[in-house]
């Protein structure tokens, strides 16, 4: 995933072997404030209809060792109790 200074919010780009989603640099931006947990919408795709876009942040597992929560987000039930 990339981000661009200017442009729609997401875009994607595919070949036969690679898919990339393409977001504006604001959408980049407020996707990583705590607060968002994904970035969601449809595009039109001509012809074919449209396709769903669903990309969301990798949360840190609570049941697994910190070497197996790397480059994760933290988890925001972390230290929460039922």
Known sequence: ?????QGPAVQVQYTTRT????LSRQQA???SSENEVG???TLDIGSA???EVVV???FACLDR???DNTDTFANPLD???C
Request: aromatic share 8%; hydrophobic share 45%.
């Open 56 to 58: 969301e942040k990798d």
């Open 39 to 41: 970035v969601y919408t």
């Open 49 to 51: 209809g449209t396709l």
């Open 65 to 67: 060792s910190e070497a």
């Open 29 to 31: 931006l407020d996707w």
């Open 19 to 22: 898919i990339a989603v393409i």
């Open 1 to 5: 995933m990339s981000s661009v200074e």
């Open 79 to 81: 230290g929460a109790t």
